[in-house]
């Protein structure tokens, strides 16, 4: 499809196992952005990425969150020793990058993966 | 940590009736976006806002950005039950990363 992707689309695991999610965005946008959403919360910033170059990462929570994009388009976030709290839909999401008309340019979000740790 | 505030934090309203959404903050935003989002699926955007001040408009949704670019607003004549959904304000603090700080999301039940 033309959209944002995502998988796997739900994940269960046991506290204390690593857990790998992937990102597929829309082909040739620019910036790639992984947030965090709670149940009933509104989503939080987590990571970005430029192409390859991860700019910003101040949202990660703790160091056993990494996330990467080798080659600037699919992008896989790692969470490892997986801990209860880390229960949460993560939502991927993409843009073309850059300014349009004074607006920056719209995000495009996948429908998310629900993790959820036992 | 949420820096946009909305309220109502639920709203649950007979179809007709009209309805406003607030997204408040102390922080000033280059641009406020308004998303919505319906179970199991990612936010989808209805409106971005970057001029203090500035009002559109989408069919019955009317969306307003504070004159100080802080705090926004949305207003939805004649709910419809399609209306159902979480109402989420997002506010970018500069064009070149667009990383969105969301709000608390306002969710809303319209009854036929």
């Known amino acids: 499809g033309a959209g944002v992707s995502q998988s796997p689309r739900y994940k269960v695991a046991k506290r204390g196992q690593d857990v790998a999610l992937r990102c597929d965005p829309i082909s040739g946008h620019v910036s790639l952005f992984w947030y965090q959403q709670a149940l009933g919360q509104g989503p939080e910033f987590l990571t970005y990425?430029?192409?390859?170059?991860?700019?910003?990462k101040s949202g990660l929570p703790s160091d056993r969150f990494f996330a990467e994009r080798p080659e600037g388009s699919v992008s896989t976030l790692k969470i490892q020793r997986t801990q209860q709290e880390d229960s949460a839909v993560y939502l991927c999401a993409s843009s073309l990058g850059g300014r349009a008309g004074g607006e920056g340019q719209p995000q495009h979000f996948g429908d998310g993966t629900r993790l959820s740790i036992l | 940590t949420q820096l946009l505030e909305q309220s109502p934090q639920f709203l649950s309203i007979q179809e007709g009736e009209n309805l406003t959404v607030y997204c408040n903050s102390s922080?000033?935003?280059?641009?406020l976006q308004w998303y919505r989002q319906e179970p199991g699926e990612g936010p989808v955007l209805l409106v971005t806002v970057v001029t203090g001040g500035e009002v559109k408009k989408l069919k019955r949704l009317t969306f307003q950005f504070g004159d100080a670019r802080k705090d926004s607003s949305l207003h939805i004549t004649a709910a419809q039950p399609g209306d159902t959904g979480l109402y989420l304000c997002a506010g970018a603090k500069n064009f070149n990363t667009d990383k969105l700080i969301f709000g608390t999301g306002t969710r809303l039940q319209v009854f036929p």
């Open positions: 990425f430029q192409n390859e170059a991860q700019l910003d």
């Open positions: 922080s000033v935003f280059s641009s």
